[in-house]
């Protein structure tokens, strides 16, 4: 763009000066020696004309030059940033700038990213959904997409990119931040199976087990805690709902509120629990314990229920 400008700018003078030559000398031939005066004055008046649209045009060419320079230029932030960046052409896919943090973190100099695609850095499972996702147009920017990439060593990372529109060396170019949450996704991941492997668990024991919040709702209930609330709750006990709910035989509410108050102070308590009188079923033993947060707030109270231990001496509640 500096050169063309130049260009232009050389032959506009060379045109304007071989014009004002010519007409002039034209005016020369043309006028009487007395007229000679009128001509110098109409010689300054185009000089000065002359003059002025040079100075603009400079200032054209200097504004042009100025945004082109500032497009094409890399702010420190965009280097000095420790996430990794880069900026991609948006019609190829081809990287056209990355900084040093992604050049640590996906193992591959500035001069092989500059050779590559996006798709270079996605597993071959992904390719396929990165083109459909840019066949489907992408907006001005982009927040918190999640996507799957490959470094030079074949590692895989989990990562959500920020993008926005950012024209780059006269190119429809993208600029795009990643952040890397592999971590907590794996955590998160192993933390899901951890809780699928104990639910299934828990489902399988051969007795009622219950889980409360400090606020005595249920966070989670068994198939045999379910079955054991089917004569007060027909469909099912749904979890969030209080485990003391309002028509709850007053002296059984009475028991279990005692119990649940001392499991939130912080202790173990196992109780027997005869049942409503009027409820024609066996008692069960039931043992309340508290998990805590580290910091040491109650996170939740794990309840069991059993009838086999009917044989020892029920103690006075």
């Not at 700038?97 to 798709?119: D, H, I």
């Not at 051969?206 to 079955?227: A, K």
């Not at 119990?259 to 173990?268: D, I, N, W």
Request: glycine letters at 4%.
């Amino acid at each position: 763009m500096r050169g063309v400008n130049t260009v232009i700018s050389f032959q506009w003078v060379l045109v304007s000066i071989l014009s004002s030559t010519l007409v002039m000398g034209a005016w020369y031939f043309l006028l009487e020696p007395e007229e000679y005066g009128v001509l110098a004055i109409l010689l300054v008046l185009w000089l000065v004309v002359h003059a002025l649209l040079l100075h603009f045009l400079g200032a054209q060419i200097d504004t042009a030059k100025s945004d082109t320079d500032q497009a094409d230029a890399l702010p420190e932030l965009f280097e000095t940033h420790p996430l990794p960046m880069w900026i991609y052409a948006k019609k190829t896919l081809q990287f056209l700038a990355v900084n040093e943090a992604a050049t640590q973190a996906y193992g591959y100099s500035r001069e092989a990213f500059q050779q590559m695609r996006l798709t270079a850095i996605r597993p071959k499972t992904e390719t396929r959904a990165l083109l459909d996702h840019f066949d489907q147009g992408l907006p001005p920017t982009e927040v918190g997409d999640t996507w799957t990439h490959r470094t030079k060593e074949g590692k895989l990372k989990q990562v959500i990119l920020y993008a926005r529109a950012y024209p780059f060396k006269g190119k429809d170019a993208r600029l795009v931040a990643v952040y890397d949450y592999t971590t907590e996704y794996t955590s998160r991941e192993l933390h899901r199976k951890q809780h699928a492997f104990l639910q299934e668990v828990l489902d399988h024991i051969p007795q009622p087990v219950w889980v409360v919040d400090s606020d005595l709702h249920l966070l989670y209930g068994n198939p045999l805690f379910q079955q054991q609330m089917k004569p007060f709750f027909p469909e099912r006990l749904p979890e969030g709902s209080p485990v003391l709910w309002p028509d709850m035989d007053p002296a059984v509410r009475t028991r279990y509120e005692k119990h649940y108050a001392l499991a939130k102070s912080g202790e173990t308590v196992t109780f027997y629990d005869p049942g409503p009188p009027t409820h024609e079923r066996e008692g069960q033993w039931v043992s309340l314990t508290p998990v805590h947060y580290p910091s040491g707030r109650l996170q939740y109270i794990v309840c069991a229920a059993s009838q086999e231990w009917l044989s020892i001496q029920v103690p006075h509640s």
